[in-house]
């Protein structure tokens, strides 16, 4: 609903807040990457991981953060985003987007990355904000060249800054894209059923992104 406030990403942002804040604890430094902290070690995504039947990183990754820098930028990045993509999609749909781009980030990186890095943070999920932003822009027949521009620079970002996980981007920005198109697109095809659709086809991408995560983890044995 217009107008609502953004509940779902004041959430998200606590809890990435607090769970850097029990890393900070445990590491006694908000450098979280020098220290390696016990709940950091623990649900961090690496493929080695995977291969043990730690699927859970698949998730918690996404809600790790390497330092005081890395939160913030991603924090910000996250409101910036979801002030303005929550009421517009509604709470319910904009969490699924956002779970579906954060798996999907996960799932590019155990399937394509190299299997002992450890990787974490929730700008996979935030592409896939920009990939849904991108289709509602494109659902109002509005110019796509900021939101273009915008998505191009943060990759070029990626290509060129050290310690930044390309592959979790992009499967974030695609993955969120495609949840997103289907909740905007779906419910144009039946005013009765439409928007059952959206929801099982966003539920198939979200498994589908689940099932090439734990498939990189076999990939690594």
């Known amino acids: ?3 609502a406030r953004p509940l779902v990403t004041y959430t998200l942002i ?20 020098v ?8 649900w961090a995504l690496a493929g080695v991981d995977l291969a043990g039947g730690e699927y859970w990183r698949l998730l918690t990754a996404g809600f790790l953060h390497l330092s005081l820098i890395h939160l913030g ?10 002030v303005s993509l929550e009421p517009a999609l ?3 749909q904009y969490t699924a987007v956002y779970l579906t781009a954060l798996f999907g980030g996960s799932a590019a990186v155990s399937m394509l990355g190299e299997p002992t890095t450890m990787t974490a943070g929730a700008s996979g999920a935030i ?10 822009v494109l659902r109002a027949r509005m110019s796509v060249a900021p939101v273009v521009g915008i998505i191009a620079i943060n990759v070029v970002l990626s290509l060129t800054l050290p310690n930044i996980s390309i592959l979790a981007h992009l499967g974030g ?3 969120g894209a495609a949840s997103a198109a289907a909740f905007v697109f779906a419910p144009r095809l039946s005013r009765e059923w439409g928007a059952r659709i959206a929801w099982v086809i966003v539920g198939v991408v979200l498994l589908f992104a689940v099932a090439l995560g734990v498939a990189g983890g076999y990939r690594s044995t």
């Open 1 to 3: 609903m217009a107008g």
């Open 14 to 33: 606590a809890l990435n807040v607090a769970i850097f804040g029990i890393c900070a604890i445990q590491a006694n430094s908000t450098d979280i990457a």
């Open 35 to 42: 220290y390696l902290p016990p709940l950091f070690d623990r």
């Open 73 to 82: 930028v991603n924090m910000l990045s996250l409101y910036v985003l979801g």
């Open 90 to 92: 509604g709470p319910r």
């Open 127 to 136: 592409y896939g904000l920009m990939g849904a932003l991108l289709i509602l």
């Open 173 to 175: 920005l695609i993955f």
